[in-house]
């Protein structure tokens, strides 16, 4: 595969109502992964700690790049093992027949499709994966969650659903009782400069709007994290707070051939114009 | 056709050709079994009673021997039987009995208000009479010796709510009096059948299983009802037949046409080739996205698509300009390609047909020689794989 040069900035916060951050993030490239844990003490922390845990494997025993979507689904697979098996044990040690362990997981890492470089996104719960091209913030990723099915359904609106009573309430997840099938997005890198991959305590407490100012005037993908997060907490802090930000470096922008500048600048040339 | 079943009725396999359609049934007598492949083309073709009437005495009435149509329209039910076949209608009030070998054409009756519907053809003694089932069906074209409409095993359930649902199995059985009344759609006076054993029988919840066996003729209307008021669990032939209304959901298959296959993501065999006027050559055996930096969303692990990057240096082309993939349903077999939103839109021309603008977001088939303009040069041919 061809090299890919890749900054990247996270940041996580445990928040100001949580005793404990039960969001994972991995920023191993070119793996990266943001995963929200839920269950508690001892049940989401762990089950989005194996989330990470199995990326970073990945990341370090390196995968086939053209065969990107199976690596993933397997890793997939191997997490919801893990889970189930600590459910397990977590019950038999007495845990109570109401434990629960899951987690949300988004995934983004480059692969190759047709000889190029791509981002390969992956997507399983409510955790989001934005793209920031030319200073516009846009959400790939689709939510696993009833509001985000009612808004499909046409039953209520964008608007309405950051207000929704049921607006956690996730409809896939690792660590649940049946196996899920996460969605999967290949973009070209030029469609997806800078990359932020968050959990719901940054897209919950700021808005898009304000995501994206963050991002267009913070350069180092860096400082893009820690300021996204710091401004969800601002906002309320209800809930753990992560963000990953991954910009890639070194693209040639695709200028389009502009017949109508190039002829107005012939003019400019000639004096025509001031 | 999701609503084949809409309208069930009940027929008993026999020598004759019924053909039903939703609002009436024909039936032919088995010498005129060369019509009836015609009779279903008409009637699957939408064709009215009148029409199908039209079709069946068209080359003289003495080349029918027998047949009956009943049909209904605005309230009023019309049979018309001709030959060894009687038809009995019942409303509220009466029940109407039309023998077509009563008549040398035919004999007609037009009734409003019919709640029910028997066609029985009149044959020699079936020594099977006894062990015969009714079986349901919706539309389509069944050999028959009789046909109900409600269905015979409904009927109890259906049109007659209280003195005949069973009260629960606890009920003490002797003390009613005749456990099978027959059900109202046929005149009461007509007695307790003498053939239904009265207080010996097992609890109502599973009445006569014996009826049918010491009947003495398969056309006594009188025992014929109090079969239908019963519906046997003698009558179960493997066990698993459910008596009584039928549950639609049982029938609900997956979305898309019955009997086809629901087209997977990825086929085995590509449909198509693509030949792109940069020289690539791409094998449509799962969704391909084209444009100048197609991007795939939502897909699953398994089902990847296929993206090509095509070069469009005066941006005519949009990121991600369309999608070709393999057809499902009545596109089963071919490659359909969608313009998905593309600025500056796509132009197809298939053989033997004028060029068109794709509209956005509708899929269109692509013959084999298609081809497909992008803009900024960049064209597709479609070619057999």
């Given at each position: 595969m061809k090299q890919v040069e890749l900054h990247h900035g996270a940041a996580s916060d445990v928040g100001r109502v949580r005793e404990i951050n039960e969001d994972a993030f991995l920023a191993a490239p070119p793996v990266f992964v943001v995963a929200d844990g839920m269950g508690g003490h001892d049940g989401g922390d762990v089950a989005s700690q194996i989330v990470v845990e199995e990326f970073a494997r990945l990341a370090d025993q390196g995968y086939d790049p053209a065969r990107g979507a199976e690596e993933v689904a397997r890793t997939f697979d191997e997490c919801q093992r893990r889970i189930e098996r600590f459910g397990l044990e977590q019950r038999a040690a007495g845990a109570g027949a109401s434990f629960h362990s899951g987690t949300t997981a988004v995934v983004a890492l480059l692969v190759e499709e047709s000889g190029q470089p791509k981002w390969l996104l992956a997507n399983l719960g409510d955790s989001r994966i934005y793209r920031f091209v030319e200073g516009a913030l846009e959400q790939v990723s689709v939510d696993h969650s009833v509001v985000q099915e009612l808004v499909d359904a046409g039953a209520i609106t964008e608007a309405d659903a950051a207000h929704h009573?049921?607006?956690?309430?996730?409809t896939r997840a690792l660590g649940g009782l049946d196996p899920v099938e996460a969605d999967y997005f290949l973009l070209p890198l030029p469609a997806a400069e800078r990359l932020v991959l968050c959990s719901d305590g940054v897209s919950g407490m700021i808005d898009d709007l304000e995501i994206g100012a963050i991002l267009a005037r913070t350069a180092d993908p860096r400082d893009a994290a820690d300021q996204v997060v710091a401004a969800a907490v601002a906002a309320g802090g209800r809930d753990n707070a992560t963000a990953v930000v991954i910009d890639v470096v070194g693209l040639a922008p695709d200028h389009p051939y502009d017949s109508e500048r190039q002829r107005e600048s012939l003019e400019q040339k000639l004096g025509a114009l001031p | 056709m999701s609503d084949a079943l809409h309208r069930p009725r009940s027929y008993r396999p026999g020598e004759w050709y019924a053909v039903l359609a939703p609002s009436f049934v024909v039936a032919v007598a088995?010498?005129?079994?060369?019509?009836v492949a015609g009779l279903w083309e008409l009637v699957d073709g939408g064709a009215s009673a009148d029409d199908v009437l039209d079709a069946l005495v068209s080359a003289g009435l003495r080349q029918v021997a027998g047949f009956v149509l009943v049909s209904e329209s605005d309230g009023l039910t019309r049979a018309i039987v001709r030959g060894d076949v009687t038809c009995s209608l019942t409303t509220a009030a009466e029940t109407v009995e039309l023998e077509g070998a009563a008549a040398t054409t035919w004999v007609e009756r037009s009734l409003p208000g019919v709640e029910a519907v028997s066609v029985r053809v009149v044959a020699a003694a079936d020594p099977h009479e006894s062990e015969a089932v009714d079986l349901v069906i919706g539309e389509g074209l069944v050999r028959v010796a009789r046909l109900d409409d409600p269905p015979r095993a409904a009927q109890p359930t259906a049109t007659q709510p209280p003195p005949h649902l069973p009260p629960p199995p606890a009920g003490p059985p002797p003390t009613s009096p005749p456990p099978t009344s027959p059900p109202p759609t046929s005149p009461p006076p007509t007695g307790p059948p003498p053939t239904s054993p009265p207080p010996s029988s097992p609890p109502p919840s599973s009445p006569p299983a014996a009826p049918a066996p010491v009947e003495p003729s398969p056309m006594d209307d009188a025992s014929d009802t109090a079969r239908t008021a019963a519906p046997s669990p003698g009558h179960d032939h493997d066990g698993l037949t459910r008596s009584g209304s039928w549950d639609a959901a049982a029938f609900a298959g997956p979305p898309g046409i019955p009997g086809q296959a629901f087209a997977p993501d990825v086929v085995a065999t590509p449909v198509a080739v693509l030949h792109f006027s940069h020289g690539e050559s791409v094998e449509v055996d799962r969704l391909v996205l084209v444009g100048r930096a197609p991007e795939a969303r939502r897909f699953t692990a398994s089902e990847q698509p296929r993206l090509v990057t095509v070069t469009s240096p005066h941006h005519e082309i949009s990121s991600t300009h369309l999608e070709i993939r393999p057809g499902s349903g009545a596109d089963h077999g071919t490659a359909v390609v969608t313009d998905?939103?593309?600025?500056?839109g796509t132009v197809l021309v298939q053989p033997g047909l004028p060029s068109e603008a794709l509209q956005p977001g509708i899929p269109v088939q692509l013959i084999p020689g298609a081809l497909l303009d992008l803009g900024d040069g960049v064209s597709i041919q479609v070619m057999n794989p």
């Open positions: 009573p049921e607006r956690h309430v996730v | 088995p010498s005129a079994s060369s019509r998905l939103g593309s600025t500056n």
